[in-house]
């Protein structure tokens, strides 16, 4: 069935520092992916999108690359900052339920 | 704010009860998904509706159910309440795209369930 992973986290880095948050999927066909940021104590929102192989997604500094080859989507940020701590998720879209199918979550924390 | 509204935020009940969590979509969207968020089993998808009618289901107990009424707000029905029901519980809503697809899916800020 349709799967994400995602690294394990906690992720720990200094402000200004380079980010990388590794997820992969499996999948039937090719469904769009996501990546979703939940603030402590919020609910979880749309950090970006790609909806077919080379696209590249970015929003707020953030990008992501559907890489259909390697099955990855990584999320990258090139210089962090205290206020983007927070759990981010990868997630894809099955195409025959319409579900969201969400990776465990990768917890980053920024210190200044 | 995404637009989809949740109530009541937080909710603490005892084993063995029932209660009902609430929804509103987006204006203009259709489609609602509720999820549930623990700890031990991550953000798992429970339910989908469709303008009124269920669409998918995915791993909802039969405690559980769900309904959505004609002004598109959904109900999250869940009833002889176990510790393990403890979570956050997820509504997001969605737009049905043209030749049947539907776009991102935007979250409510979630109802906190403790189970005592």
């Known amino acids: 069935g349709n799967s994400v992973t995602q690294m394990e986290g906690p992720v720990t880095l200094s402000e200004e520092a380079f980010l990388t948050i590794n997820c992969t999927y499996t999948?039937?066909?090719?469904?769009?992916l996501f990546w979703y940021v939940q603030y402590p104590g919020e609910g979880l929102q749309l950090l970006l999108k790609a909806t077919k192989a080379d696209d590249k997604g970015s929003n707020k500094g953030f990008e992501a690359t559907y890489r259909k080859e390697t099955t990855s989507f990584h999320l990258e940020k090139g210089s962090v900052q205290v206020s983007d701590s927070a759990v981010y998720f990868c997630a894809l879209i099955d195409p025959y339920a319409d579900k969201l199918i969400f990776g465990t979550g990768t917890r980053l924390q920024v210190f200044p | 704010d995404s637009g989809v509204t949740q109530t009541p935020k937080h909710l603490i009940t005892a084993t063995g009860q029932r209660v009902t969590l609430r929804c509103s979509p987006r204006?203009?969207?259709?489609?609602v998904y509720w999820y549930q968020q623990s700890l031990d089993q991550g953000l798992q998808f429970l339910i989908q509706y469709y303008n009124g009618e269920e669409r998918a289901k995915g791993n909802i107990l039969e405690r559980f159910s769900a309904q959505q009424f004609p002004d598109l707000h959904s109900e999250l029905n869940l009833s002889s309440l176990e510790l393990g029901d403890s979570a956050l519980y997820f509504c997001a809503s969605s737009e049905r795209l043209e030749g049947g697809s539907y776009n991102e899916q935007f979250f409510g800020p979630g109802t906190r369930l403790t189970v005592l």
């Open positions: 999948a039937t066909g090719y469904p769009s």
């Open positions: 204006s203009g969207d259709l489609s």
